[in-house]
């Protein structure tokens, strides 16, 4: 599966983005979709996940309240709404993806358990 990121930019703090992933390839409902970031001089980390249908969402614990995941399997596209956003959440945004097998909240949070990635798109945030 191919995924391309966009919506990225510059943004002032309390201020909001919405990215977009967009896939191509092989069966999109059949993929956990996560998002994650990259800010500098760190690493890569986890930011949401949402399974196949939608059903099951799960945020981390510095982005849970402000940011939300979402998914339309019929455009084969997962979003990540960024409200209220601080000056630490400036990074590279990466989608995502794993077949979904059920895997445990470990497996989902967990960078090296998704094979395919975007290539990223910045996000900064201005105080």
């Known amino acids: 599966v191919q995924l391309v990121e966009s919506g990225g930019g510059l943004v002032q703090a309390g201020g909001s983005l919405r990215l977009s992933c967009a896939a191509s390839g092989r069966t999109f409902s059949g993929y956990n979709m996560g998002w994650f970031r990259q800010r500098p001089g760190k690493e890569r980390e986890f930011v949401a996940v949402i399974t196949p249908s939608g059903g099951t969402t799960d945020h981390a614990d510095s982005v849970k309240g402000r940011f939300t995941i979402s998914r339309d399997n019929a455009k084969s596209t997962v979003y990540l709404q960024m409200n209220s956003l601080k000056t630490e959440d400036t990074a590279v945004y990466h989608c995502?993806?794993?077949?979904?097998?059920?895997?445990?909240?470990?497996?989902?949070?967990?960078?090296?358990?998704?094979?395919?990635w975007g290539q990223g798109t910045q996000v900064t945030v201005s105080s």
């Open positions: 995502a993806a794993q077949w979904f097998l059920g895997q445990s909240r470990r497996r989902l949070w967990d960078v090296s358990e998704y094979p395919y």
